[in-house]
């Protein structure tokens, strides 16, 4: 089992900043990467970024260049530096980790809200 809780979400004008944080715990030694995903009301939830234990990163195009992924193993956390944010950044972004298990499994955290205003 892991378990994920995130934090830093809020609201933020466009062009600010925001970094959320996911800690994770329980059996973090078989994650095998972490992400961020976001959920916009009426759309589905998509990829923003993700990172694996050897810091290989992925972003969306939509947030290259402004989004940061990091994370720290000693830990168990993961970030996204967010900066330049726009409206449309505005959802519910959840932590999400992927554990090598024999099979892999994704375990997902609670949401945090980050709206932009324009």
């Known amino acids: 089992q892991v378990q994920l809780v995130e934090s830093g979400g809020g609201l933020v004008q466009a062009g600010g900043s925001l970094r959320l944080s996911c800690a994770a715990s329980?059996?973090?030694?078989?994650?095998?990467?972490m992400g961020w995903y976001r959920q916009a009301p009426g759309k589905q939830r998509e990829l923003v970024a993700d990172?694996?234990?050897?810091?290989?990163?992925d972003y969306a195009d939509s947030v290259k260049g402004r989004f940061t992924i990091s994370r720290d193993n000693a830990k168990n956390t993961v970030y996204l530096q967010m900066n330049n944010l726009k409206p449309d950044d505005t959802a519910v972004y959840y932590c999400n980790a992927v554990v090598n298990i024999g099979v892999l499994y994704e375990y997902w955290g609670q949401g945090t809200q980050v709206t932009v205003s324009s």
């Open positions: 990172i694996t234990r050897g810091d290989s990163t």
């Open positions: 329980g059996s973090t030694f078989s994650i095998n990467s």
